[in-house]
């Protein structure tokens, strides 16, 4: 087990507090948890990514994709068989799951769809306004064509 010391970032910066318990979650998840179903994620453009996972024999009826804080949640539940087939050989995986991904700010879910068993689930960045960056034009400066007035004339 490895652990991480995060006191030097915590000297120096302000509300990274969360990055330190993300990675800790991380490290505790069972690596039999990333086995199914299999997913991929994949950068489109700079503000745009995709999550495709493999949910074969999964009806649109029986995923559900939630979002909450920073946090996209994707389950799916497996429909009970009324009578149970005796199989030769059972190597489809039809068992529920629920998978969860860490979003960074400003993520979010924009759509999803499900083809040939599997769904894709496109995500945007969407940077405020506020914090995009912007340039200051710089004004010339007024040349003052005046003569500067006098106050006192006395010599020191």
Request: proline content about 6%; glycine content about 4%.
């Amino acid at each position: 087990m490895r652990t991480f010391d995060f006191t030097p970032l915590f000297r120096s910066t302000v509300g990274f507090d969360h990055l330190a318990q993300m990675l800790d979650a991380s490290s505790r998840v069972d690596e039999q948890a990333f086995a199914y179903p299999p997913y991929n994620i994949e950068k489109l453009g700079d503000d745009r990514y995709r999550i495709t996972m493999a949910v074969a024999g999964f009806a649109e009826s029986d995923l559900q994709i939630t979002t909450q804080d920073h946090t996209l949640l994707i389950s799916g539940t497996a429909q009970k068989e009324e009578s149970a087939p005796q199989y030769l050989h059972h190597g489809i995986a039809g068992r529920s799951f629920e998978r969860r991904f860490e979003l960074a700010d400003h993520i979010r879910p924009a759509s999803a769809s499900l083809v040939n068993g599997l769904l894709h689930v496109d995500l945007l960045r969407e940077v405020p306004e506020a914090l995009k960056p912007r340039s200051i034009p710089i004004a010339a400066a007024v040349e003052n064509t005046e003569q500067p007035k006098i106050l006192e004339n006395k010599a020191a």
